[in-house]
């Protein structure tokens, strides 16, 4: 594509881009091109949603983008649609082995998701689209990359593997994305997408889509982005208000009773379980499944094809409940989510945002329920702070839904905020639990002088006096010697240790 030919273009997408698209209050009115709004309007969507009218017209001209929005705002949308329509402006045959516009994404579902999104939109334009990651074979991903892609989605790992075996060649790419950068952050991503970054062409779009803006994002997006357009729906990372959000107090154990509790309400239709761990969502979801509630886990452990299984029978109505991991649930874009419980609480407070970000999507309304214990409170206020708003614990609402949550909490006899953290719970001064330990320079329990433990000596207290041990042949406390042993053990020992010489030394020479 020549210099000339890429300024009118993008002088042309100017001029479309300058109406007002919010107040026309459709896609039709950005200019974009007519097999695209074909797909849109098969695909009952009619009206932008406000990432959507900001961030199309300015991708239209080939700026580079900043997006900060969150999961269910329609950002895949505002993305796709303008690159497939500059795409459709300039069409070229991509070569072998090389794309002309490339998405990173940090998760397979994610991937197949924005992938699913592009060949929905480009339907009738013919391109070719193809997703790679891992956990899947590398032979249909080879021979997709040889036959040259107008649009790759990749998972940053795969397309590592395949630019070591010289499969892609990313020296002719147009247009780079990164979505979900945060989430990038979190797995570790950083240094991949740096060596990827390295393989592209100085001269590009970039576009940079984030639902949070820690430091290191930002750092990030500073040496990636050129004189950037930044478009931000929400602010930085807060919560969507028609999320109804809510804290339940309950001892860590009594969890899963609760949530077992939770279903007796119908409202819980389409309910999706945060766990922390692995074999947490395993558990859970078996517990579930145990009393009567269709559920089903997916996580990293999982195969391919059990997450892809798991995930389409959630969707269609056959798992009431979907039980994952932060990793796992990103990019999760599953309509008519009723509910989002936090098992238990994310170690990273952004995670939260991401978390419930999975209900009240597209305009929605939805319920977020987070089940918090005493050792957990640090956690809490750890996202309270990052979403500057107080959650709300349950007794502080009166409607209809948390009226019937708090039957349930009352039915699962449990609720009650914790004065302390679990963790740091102690007994009174002056009991001794069973396992308790004497400190050390405190005076023993019967006088005498405070004991510095010797090496080797297993810190036992000499000055104690000697205590009774429980002899199981007897019956009861058997007297012991001034070294704690049973006096019956003591003169066992003393027994073995003698000589079989008729009472004589190995050393003597007598007769």
């Not at 329509?85 to 516009?101: E, K, M, Q, S, Y």
């Not at 949070?212 to 357009?229: F, R, W, Y």
């Not at 860590?252 to 389409?270: C, S, T, V, Y």
Request: proline share 6%; with cysteine; charged share 25%.
């Amino acid at each position: 594509m020549s210099i000339n030919t890429l300024e009118t273009t993008r002088a042309d997408a100017r001029k479309d881009a300058s109406k007002d698209a919010s107040r026309a209050g459709g896609f039709d009115a950005m200019g974009l091109n007519p097999l695209l709004l074909q797909a849109l309007k098969a695909e009952g969507y009619e009206r932008p949603t406000p990432i959507q009218s900001q961030a199309i017209p300015q991708v239209m001209t080939g700026k580079d983008l900043l997006g900060i929005a969150q999961t269910g705002t329609g950002k895949t949308a505002a993305f796709a649609l303008p690159i497939l329509h500059r795409l459709a402006v300039n069409r070229v045959a991509p070569a072998p082995r090389t794309t002309r516009c490339l998405i990173l994404s940090p998760t397979r579902e994610l991937a197949s998701q924005i992938a699913e999104s592009f060949k929905a939109y480009g339907r009738h334009l013919g391109f070719r689209v193809a997703v790679i990651f891992g956990g899947v074979s590398y032979g249909p991903q080879e021979r997709a990359l040889q036959q040259g892609l107008d649009v790759l989605v990749a998972a940053p790992g795969r397309l590592l593997d395949h630019m070591q075996q010289k499969n892609v060649d990313l020296s002719a790419t147009e247009i780079f994305v990164l979505d979900e950068a945060d989430q990038m952050l979190d797995l570790g991503f950083i240094k991949p997408i740096r060596q990827v970054v390295s393989r592209l062409p100085m001269r590009r779009q970039n576009l940079f889509f984030s639902a949070t803006m820690p430091s290191e994002i930002g750092k990030l997006a500073s040496e990636l982005l050129k004189d950037p357009v930044k478009v931000q729906v929400t602010p930085q990372s807060t919560t969507v208000e028609r999320i109804k959000q809510s804290v339940v107090w309950v001892e860590q154990g009594r969890k899963r009773a609760l949530l077992q509790e939770l279903f007796a309400d119908d409202a819980f239709n389409r309910v999706l379980v945060f766990t922390k761990t692995k074999h947490g969502a395993d558990k859970v979801a078996a517990y579930l499944e145990a009393g009567g509630v269709g559920a089903g886990a997916i996580h990293g452990n999982k195969s391919q094809s059990q997450r892809e299984r798991t995930l389409a029978a959630f969707k269609a109505g056959k798992l009431r409940v979907l039980v994952a991991t932060d990793i796992a649930a990103r990019g999760i874009d599953i309509d008519g989510v009723t509910h989002v419980v936090n098992f238990e609480l994310p170690y990273v407070p952004e995670a939260y945002v991401h978390r419930i970000g999975r209900t009240a999507r597209a305009g929605a309304d939805g319920t977020a329920i987070s089940l918090v214990a005493g050792d957990e409170m640090k956690l809490l206020k750890d996202i309270e702070k990052v979403t500057r708003q107080k959650i709300p614990s349950t007794d502080r609402r009166n409607d209809a839904e948390l009226g019937r949550l708090d039957a349930a909490i009352a039915a699962a006899g449990v609720g009650k905020k914790p004065t302390l953290p679990e963790a740091e719970t102690k007994k009174p001064r002056g009991e001794e639990g069973p396992g308790r330990q004497r400190r050390r320079g405190q005076r023993p329990a019967g006088g005498g002088q405070p004991h510095r433990p010797r090496k080797g000596d297993g810190g036992r207290d000499r000055a104690a006096p000697p205590a009774a041990r429980f002899d199981p042949l007897a019956g009861e406390r058997a007297p012991t010697n001034a070294s704690g042993e049973p006096a019956a053990v003591a003169k066992l020992k003393r027994r073995r240790r003698r000589p079989s010489n008729g009472g004589r030394g190995y050393g003597d020479k007598r007769g």
